[in-house]
C-alpha cells in the first residue's frame, strides 16, 4: 500500500459525459500527479500540482482540468467523454516538487470505461 | 521527449538474466526505475543520478551513462516475482515530469 488513495476504482459511462476522479496523495505529500495508461501508449503524463498550484503540464487534453485543494487532495475532471478516453488514471505524489530526485508514489488506479 | 525502451517484451525462465534498456536523444540528467506488476500500481525501483552510477535493488541493478544517453536494467537469476513491465523515466531539464518509456513486459516462466 503506497499510501495514496483513488477513487473510484472502476467506472463506466457513456460518451459526452463528464467523470471527476479523486486523488488523496500520502500524508505530507504535497505534489500530486496525474498520469494516463493506455495499452499502446504506456504511462502519459498529464499534470502536476505542487501545494495547490500547477507546476507541470504534460499531454492533457483542453476537455480534461485537474486542481488540488487546501488539504492536498486532487481531482481530475475529465468532459465530453470519447471512446479514446477510456483508460486507467493514475495518481502518484511526492514529498516535494518531484523533479530529479523525487519518488513517486502510485495509488492503485481509476478504471475509465467509455462506452 | 519520450525514452525509448528495449526489448518490448521479454520471456525468460527462472534463473536467467536480463537486461533492458533504455535509451534518449536528449541529455539526461537522471532516469527512474518502476515496476508494474499485472493490474497493479507502478512501484519504484531506483534512481539513478550520476553518470555511471550502478544502484542495486534485490537482485536488480542498473547503470546510466550520461555521454551516451542511456540506462540498463540489469535482473540476475530472474525470480518469478519479477515478471511484469518495467518502465523507464526522465525528466526534462528544469521540469518536474517524469516521461516514461512504453515499457518492457518481463515475463518469467517456471
Known amino acids: 500500500d503506497s499510501g495514496v488513495t483513488q477513487t473510484p476504482k472502476h467506472l463506466i459511462t457513456a460518451t459526452g459525459q463528464r467523470v471527476t476522479l479523486r486523488c488523496s496523495p500520502r500524508?505530507?505529500?504535497?505534489?500530486v500527479y496525474w498520469y494516463q495508461q493506455s495499452l499502446d501508449q504506456g504511462l502519459q503524463f498529464l499534470i502536476q500540482?505542487?501545494?495547490?498550484?500547477?507546476?507541470a503540464k504534460g499531454n492533457i487534453l483542453e476537455r480534461f482540468s485537474a486542481q488540488q485543494f487546501p488539504d492536498l487532495h486532487s481531482e481530475l475532471n475529465l468532459s465530453s467523454l470519447e471512446l479514446g478516453d477510456s483508460a486507467l488514471y493514475f495518481c502518484?505524489?511526492?514529498?516535494?516538487?518531484?523533479?530529479?530526485?523525487?519518488?513517486?508514489?502510485f495509488g492503485e488506479g481509476s478504471r475509465l470505461t467509455v462506452l | 521527449q519520450q525514452p525509448v525502451q528495449s526489448p518490448q517484451a521479454v520471456i525468460l525462465r527462472e534463473g536467467e538474466d536480463a537486461v533492458i534498456n533504455c535509451s534518449s536523444s536528449?541529455?539526461?540528467?537522471?532516469v527512474h526505475w518502476y515496476r508494474q506488476k499485472h493490474g497493479e500500481a507502478p512501484v519504484f525501483l531506483m534512481i539513478?543520478?550520476?553518470?555511471?552510477e550502478q544502484k542495486g535493488h534485490e537482485k536488480i541493478s542498473a547503470s546510466f551513462n550520461e555521454k551516451k544517453q542511456q540506462s540498463s536494467l540489469y535482473l540476475t537469476a530472474s525470480q518469478l516475482s519479477y515478471s511484469g513491465t518495467y518502465f523507464c523515466?526522465?525528466?526534462?531539464?528544469?521540469?518536474?515530469?517524469?516521461?516514461f518509456g512504453k515499457g518492457t513486459k518481463l515475463s518469467v516462466i517456471p
Open positions: 502518484a505524489s511526492s514529498p516535494d516538487g518531484g523533479g530529479h530526485t523525487g519518488e513517486l508514489f
Open positions: 500524508s505530507g505529500d504535497l505534489s
Open positions: 500540482y505542487y501545494n495547490g498550484e500547477e507546476r
Open positions: 536528449k541529455a539526461l540528467y537522471s
Open positions: 539513478l543520478l550520476k553518470g555511471g
Open positions: 523515466g526522465t525528466p526534462a531539464a528544469g521540469s518536474y515530469q517524469l516521461t
